[in-house]
């Protein structure tokens, strides 16, 4: 079975850190993605990339940045978090006909 | 452009009673149609998929959905609600290598 796979489960960090949010896939697959989940507001895509050191805006990608030096991780950066920021964040990877989702990183923003 | 309306954020269903979560997608190609669950505390997971084979497509846990071109949707049902399926449910279509996400049904099975 493909893994995904997300460093934390839980973070708590303080406005204005720097937070990298990590995520690795064990299945060779091209694409990857960053999804932030809120209530209410379902999926939103944040980035998303197709190829080592490409990167392509989703729909919310303000104050977010993203790096993928090597095909299996890609990374999610906060440069200065803000409260706003709280939320949980989902990786994926993807064949052309499914994604395969980590089991997520619930970041708190203090 | 893609998109996928979820009609009802919650549903609420006796044990034993018909499941039925809706969904309608907007898409100017054939699209591939998703339906993922995520149980309390965990990832989203594949529930069944639609890649234009058969309209009707059977999933895990006993759930189905039908693609219906005509009225654009892609409803997930199950005829006898248990009481783990209590989950959010999201419906989602693909285009190319994106998937577009609609914004969950909150599933409560009443005892």
């Known amino acids: 079975d493909v893994k995904v796979t997300q460093s934390s489960r839980y973070l708590v960090k303080r406005t204005g850190e720097k937070v990298f949010l990590e995520c690795v896939q064990d299945m060779d697959h091209e694409n990857m993605f960053w999804y932030r989940q809120d209530p209410g507001l379902g999926l939103r895509l944040i980035y998303f990339s197709y190829d080592v050191k490409m990167k392509e805006k989703g729909d919310i990608p303000e104050g977010y940045s993203v790096s993928r030096e090597k095909k299996e991780r890609f990374s999610l950066i906060l440069e200065s978090a803000s409260t706003n920021q709280t939320s949980m964040y989902l990786c994926a990877s993807s064949t052309r006909e499914k994604l395969f989702f980590g089991s997520g990183t619930q970041l708190s923003v203090l | 452009a893609q998109s996928v309306t979820q009609l009802g954020s919650h549903v609420s269903v006796s044990e034993g009673a018909l499941v039925l979560l809706r969904c309608n997608y907007s898409?100017?190609?054939?699209?591939?149609l998703f339906w993922y669950v995520q149980y309390p505390n965990q990832g989203l997971q594949l529930l069944l998929k639609?890649?234009?084979?058969?309209?009707l497509v059977k999933g895990i846990n006993g759930f189905e959905a039908e693609f219906k071109k005509s009225e654009t949707s892609f409803h997930l049902t199950k005829p006898s609600a248990h009481m783990s399926d209590a989950a959010e449910y999201f419906c989602?279509?693909?285009?190319?290598?994106?998937?577009?996400f609609g914004t969950g049904t909150s599933l409560t099975v009443i005892p």
């Open positions: 898409s100017s190609v054939p699209p591939y």
């Open positions: 989602a279509v693909s285009f190319g290598n994106q998937f577009y």
């Open positions: 639609y890649t234009s084979a058969a309209t």
